[in-house]
């Protein structure tokens, strides 16, 4: 255990850096910064800041309205005049609480940004927002001029919306976290003196003893205080074959027990671990800002430089050119004003939104956006082998008889006589294949243990031996050609009477979808590794037959980062898949993290994207759709600020000497234009994987 506890401290350091490197300017996030430990809090500040965009975005809406009806400018374009008595006033005042109370999250995130240094979405909203604020509150106290109040309400209405999607998408990805729950059970049996009674996991205190029967799931970390058993670590230590645990001996939450009953003394609980993961899956979802995310900041870091550059310039030549102050503030202002898209707010929530709902439903958890967009580079995988490529169980792959009289089911039937009672895993293994036969098995007498050598008893009138190859040898018996076919099976041998009657081999077996997955990887040119703890008999068979690249074997965990290591200074975009503790430290390591959900929480703690099923098609999946979700955000942001581009300069006046000049309300209808085809284009991304 003294191990696993070094890898929780290096990937918790690490996760401090992610902290900090990942600082991150939209503005809504930035107040996200609680602290891990406060788990409920964390959530629930989540939930609060959804809560406060979604009551801003429907106030500034029902004030829209009516700003939209009262303006004369709409007025105009919809040919309708309908004028209240202080009309202007009335639009002020309205203006006025929009502008304070639904703009109020991007001035707070303009502080932040300019603070920083680093200005973007923000900076621009509030940059158009005040500009048409101030300038329109001006003309109604006497400046000359036309105001731009609709403009700044329905700018305001719609970037609130943006942000308050893209908040409720990775609340949507927390909800999607709770599948993981299901890996622990809900429930431990308490032992009170001589009663046991269920109690839900939270309730476990360190200290309490717990029963854990045949067959269950360990509820927390704990020590043996009585009985032994073989427990299948495999997600937690990547050794394939389940391990003997006896008194005084650790069990690690979330292992499965084996065939025996063990009382356990808790020593941490499932809850703590549990909760502050979700707690920090949901802050990182929060954090990450993706690469993407920052393109749109960065877009709108160059659109304010040039609002700035442009609604400047276009002030100062109008005025050369000798035109009124008033109309030459005008242009300036619409300039600023059309600057920042509304589409720009939408452009990518939107996907994100999408794209994350869409995953989820997918059996992919996107915790670390920017990985997921980077996925796209990965030109090199690295599997660890037990569970990912494997399923992870020992299970019985051949029935072999040497002569012809007998039937394998019938050599499986009397050896089952044996092994019904043991916990070893090559009987656990037949055991489950005579079941799954439904074979009745039969009763053994004068039972006896070969040690180290195997198991023999009298099974309806037979004497039986169910042993390894060692005994084969001391017995002068030869072992017939073409038992070992592949070098990742376990065999042992069935005598009859003290004659070999045929074989069991027993492998932890390949995943039907592991060959499929690397033919998607294969024709996507990146190169599959694997690395695992297992021999290097069995590393290399299971290379062989699945055609890696490539495999390192009886690999520790800290080696696992160097083969990640190794690879990046190959100059290769790394991706490790893993499921265990055993493998936090690489995936941490690595490009993208992918941990793979039937695994541990160590493992989930230090992956940026999280299997819910561990199959590997699924990485293929992801493979491809973060390719798609990368396109589409492209898409988007060009069609957002491509109106920009076209917009900016009529609205400055480069076409004023053949009389025209682009009227604000013209502009807001390619505004609205822009801001539906990016809403649509969103919505396209759902039926690329829906092609899948």
């Known amino acids: 255990m003294e191990n696993h506890k070094e890898h929780k401290h290096t990937h918790h350091k690490h996760e401090d850096h992610s902290r900090h490197e990942g600082h991150d300017h939209s503005g809504h996030s930035n107040h996200s910064g609680h602290n891990p430990g406060h788990g409920e809090m964390g959530h629930d500040h989540h939930k609060m800041m959804i809560e406060d965009f979604k009551k801003r975005f429907w106030l500034t809406l ?28 009335i639009l002020f005042g309205l203006s006025t609480i929009v502008y304070f109370y639904g703009g109020w999250p991007f001035l707070k995130g303009l502080k932040e940004e300019l603070q920083q240094g680093a200005p973007g979405m923000m900076t621009l909203i509030s940059l158009a927002i005040s500009v048409a604020y101030f300038y329109s509150s001006a003309t109604v106290f006497g400046l000359e001029g036309e105001d731009f109040f609709w403009e700044l309400a329905t700018l305001i209405a719609i970037m609130l919306l943006g942000h308050w999607i893209e908040m409720k998408s990775v609340l949507g990805a927390s909800k999607a976290l709770e599948l993981l729950v299901s890996m622990m059970p809900s429930e431990a049996h308490r032992v009170q003196g001589d009663t046991v009674e269920d109690v839900k996991l939270e309730a476990l205190q360190a200290g309490d003893i717990i029963l854990i029967k045949p067959g269950e799931k360990v509820p927390a970390d704990g020590v043996i205080v009585e009985g032994e058993s073989y427990l299948n670590e495999s997600m937690l230590t990547g050794e394939s074959k389940p391990v003997k645990k006896g008194l005084d001996q650790k069990v690690i939450g979330g292992s499965l027990n084996g065939n025996s009953t063990l009382k356990v003394q808790v020593e941490h609980t499932g809850k703590d671990s549990y909760l502050n993961k979700v707690i920090t899956l949901v802050q990182e979802a ?63 929530p939107l996907v994100v939104a999408i794209s994350t709902a869409v995953s989820a439903q997918n059996g992919l958890l996107i915790r670390n956006r920017t990985a997921f967009e980077e996925s796209r580079k990965i030109s090199a995988l690295v599997f660890d082998k037990t569970g990912t490529l494997t399923k992870g169980d020992f299970g019985v792959t ?64 037979k004497d039986v031996k169910v042993v390894s190859p060692g005994y084969l040898k001391d ?8 038992v070992y076919s592949s070098a990742a099976e376990t065999v042992v041998f069935v005598l009859i009477d003290n004659k070999l009657a045929g074989y069991i081999a027993l492998a932890d077996e390949i995943r039907p979808e592991s060959a499929e997955a690397i033919k998607v990887f294969k024709s996507n040119n990146i190169k599959v590794m694997m690395a695992t703890g297992d ?8 290379s062989e037959e699945l055609g890696l690249d490539g495999y390192y074997s009886e690999v520790l965990p800290h080696q696992k980062v160097e083969i990640v290591k190794e690879l990046q200074s190959k100059g290769e975009f790394v991706a490790m898949t893993g499921d265990g ?56 942001l060009v069609w957002a600020t491509g109106y920009n581009a076209f917009a900016i300069p009529l609205a400055a006046g480069v076409l004023y000497s053949s009389g025209f000049v682009l009227g604000p309300a013209v502009g807001a209808v390619f505004m609205s234009l822009s801001t539906i085809i990016v809403a649509i284009n969103a919505q396209l991304l759902k039926k690329k994987i829906g092609k899948k």
């Open 62 to 89: 029902v004030l829209t309205l009516p700003i939209l009806a009262f303006s004369p400018m709409i007025q105009d374009f919809l040919g309708y005049e309908w004028l209240l008595p202080g009309n202007t006033y």
């Open 286 to 348: 929060q954090k990450s800002k993706s690469k993407m995310q920052n393109l749109s900041d960065r877009a709108a870091k160059w659109l304010t430089y040039i609002a700035l550059a442009v609604g400047f310039g276009t002030l100062a030549v109008w005025l050369i050119l000798d035109f009124p102050f008033v109309y030459a503030l005008e242009r300036m202002v619409t300039v600023m004003v059309i600057a920042c898209p509304h589409a720009l707010g939408l452009a990518i």
């Open 398 to 461: 051949r029935v072999e008889t040497v002569n012809q009289q007998m039937e394998t089911d019938e050599l499986l039937r009397l050896s089952s006589a044996l092994e019904q009672s043991s916990e070893h895993p090559i009987a656990v293994g037949i055991i489950k294949k005579v079941k799954e036969k439904g074979i009745s098995i039969p009763k053994p007498e004068n039972f006896n243990a070969i040690t180290g050598k195997g198991v023999e008893a009298m099974v309806e009138g």
């Open 475 to 482: 017995q002068s018996i030869s072992i017939p050609e073409g």
């Open 535 to 542: 021999n290097e008999t069995v590393a290399k068979a299971v």
């Open 581 to 636: 503790v055993n493998d936090a430290p690489a995936l941490a390591q690595a490009n993208v993290g992918i941990a793979v959900g039937s695994g541990t929480d160590v493992a989930a703690e230090t992956a940026d994207i999280i299997l819910v099923n561990s199959n590997p098609q699924d990485i293929a999946n992801l493979i491809l759709f973060g390719k798609a979700t990368y396109n589409k955000m492209i898409q988007n």
